[in-house]
């Protein structure tokens, strides 16, 4: 399986809050979400790059079993793992 790592295919930042490395997609919905570039075994979002845009779509229930079960990569939100999340929804 090649590299899940989304740093292999779109810039890195970091985050403001904790330092640890992040990439941002963009939802279908045209939101802005910082993803942690490494796959998780919780992750519930899926990330692909059309068009030098990595675009996130949340998957649910049978279709996340059904991703995993194929071996997708998903990644988790860093809202979901960053230890200073508070900082993020209290600073929108
Ligand atoms: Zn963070």
């Known amino acids: 399986m090649p590299s899940a790592n989304l740093t292999m295919i779109t810039p890195v930042e970091h985050c403001r809050s904790c330092g640890r490395p992040i990439v941002w997609a963009e939802t279908a919905a045209g939101k802005r979400i ?12 899926t990330a692909s790059l059309h068009t030098g845009v990595l675009h996130a779509g949340v998957v649910r229930g049978p279709q996340r079993d059904g991703l995993r079960a194929a071996h997708q990569p998903l990644y988790l ?6 230890p200073d999340a508070d900082t993020w929804r209290t600073n929108r």
Not at 34 to 45: F, I, K, Q
Not at 77 to 82: A, D, E, I, M, R
């Open 77 to 82: 939100s860093h809202f979901t793992t960053c």
């Open 34 to 45: 910082p993803l942690d570039p490494e796959p998780s075994e919780r992750g519930n979002v």
